[in-house]
């Protein structure tokens, strides 16, 4: 890595397309890209990630985005993706911004390899002084392998290229402590906590895949990884430096003083979960004690995933405690759970001793790391 900070801004469908006419908003791109190009000069790397694919597509298909379906999701993905691209470079020459297109699918982030590989495309873009616009591949994904929503892409993003600040450009100017609309309401202008908002967000826009909620959810990993996240009204002359230098209203969401490693925040923060174990009491009495998941520590477990998918780790009450990556397929940790009384590698065929996961790819959540909901399968008291 160079000595150059690291700046990650995410820009919303309802900045860069008119919502009427499903066109691009040239103006508030060239104001955008003329920010970024500042930005630069004030010594910083800046990554990209923008929606406005769909949106600008959906012309190109002939459909409505109130009727549109997945498949002309997809198709119109394919055809706003070059008009999107092509009113950045277009705009971006102006300034002397050269550009490269990532696309990206969940299993970019999820498989450890993939985010690497991933990361290190970046790093050389940002070497060559070229800007990477990121999005997600929404021509080939579905809904149940797709991330869903930019916020968190561009969260994961921040935590791959271990960024100084991440902005969230929207339409508002942050977080409220409610709805905006209503009488009273308050700008949160600062907080370290994102838990304690997560029941005032929620709602979408218009155009985009994420409101409120996936922003703070974003934010809490961005934390996470020692990077400050702003949310921020993207309507302005300068919209992220204005931000940065303190100019204008916002929320500004404090990064954690200690925060994760690289390794921790890729095993901790995730896009999508593969599976899930119960452990006993004993087990999760000593979660923290730098020690193995064995196969007697389970009670029960659930999802089909394969050897090195990340794991969530519950007690019996359905409170999460860690994630970790698993040495073992579903089907092979279900044999060895349900034959405790044979041992691992006479089931398997294979010399092993049954540690599910092993200490070193364990990280033990901590109150800053949002859990996820208990699922119904996992038994509680």
Same mark, same amino acid.
């Given at each position: ?25 040239? #103006? ?33 298909? #002939? ?18 993706? !070059? *008009? ?70 561009? =969260? ?12 969230? *450009?929207?339409?508002?100017? #942050? ?87 690289? @390794?921790?925040?890729? *095993? ?16 999760? =009495? ?72 092993? !200490? ?11 859990? @996820?909901?208990? !699922? ?6």
């Amino acid at each position: 890595m160079s000595g150059r900070k690291r700046v990650v801004v995410k820009v919303g469908s309802s900045l860069l397309a008119n919502e009427d006419r499903l066109t691009p908003r040239f #103006g508030f791109m060239q104001r955008l890209l003329e920010d970024i190009a500042r930005l630069r000069d004030e010594g910083y790397d800046v990554i990209l990630t923008s929606s406005g694919a769909v949106a600008l597509g959906l012309n190109t298909v #002939g459909v409505t985005r109130e009727k549109a379906g997945v498949s002309d999701k997809q198709a119109a993905a394919a055809c706003g993706m !070059p *008009l999107l691209l092509n009113a950045y470079k277009q705009v971006g020459h102006e300034y002397g911004l050269e550009i490269a297109q990532i696309l990206l699918t969940l299993g970019d982030f999820e498989d450890h390899r993939r985010f690497l590989n991933t990361r290190n495309t970046v790093n050389r873009l940002l070497k060559s002084r070229i800007m990477p616009i990121v999005n997600e591949n929404d021509t080939i994904t579905t809904e149940e392998i797709r991330v869903g929503d930019n916020d968190r892409l561009a =969260a994961k993003i921040a935590q791959m290229v271990e960024a100084d600040h991440f902005i969230m *450009l929207t339409s508002v100017d #942050g977080l409220y402590d409610r709805d905006p609309s209503e009488e009273g309401s308050q700008l949160v202008e600062e907080l370290t906590d994102v838990n304690d908002y997560l029941e005032a967000a929620s709602g979408i826009s218009a155009l985009g895949s994420g409101g409120m909620l996936t922003k703070l959810q974003a934010a809490n990993m961005a934390q996470n990884a020692g990077c400050t996240t702003y949310i921020a009204n993207g309507e302005a002359d300068y919209p992220i430096t204005s931000v940065m230098h303190g100019e204008r209203r916002c929320t500004v969401c404090i990064a954690n003083a200690a925060p994760d490693s690289l @390794w921790e925040t890729w *095993l901790a923060d995730r896009l999508q979960r593969a599976g899930l174990l119960v452990i006993t009491d004993e087990a999760t =009495a000593r979660i923290d004690q730098n020690e193995p998941i064995k196969r007697e520590d389970v009670v029960e477990m659930d999802g089909d995933f394969s050897r090195g998918d990340v794991l969530h780790i519950y007690d019996r009450e359905g409170n999460e405690l860690a994630r970790g990556l698993s040495d073992f397929t579903s089907d092979e940790t279900r044999v060895m759970i349900n034959n405790q009384d044979m041992p691992a590698d006479k089931l398997l065929g294979y010399q092993t001793s049954g540690e599910i996961i092993r !200490p070193e790819n364990l990280v033990v959540l901590e109150n800053r790391h949002l859990p @996820w909901e208990t !699922p119904s399968s996992v038994a509680t008291s």
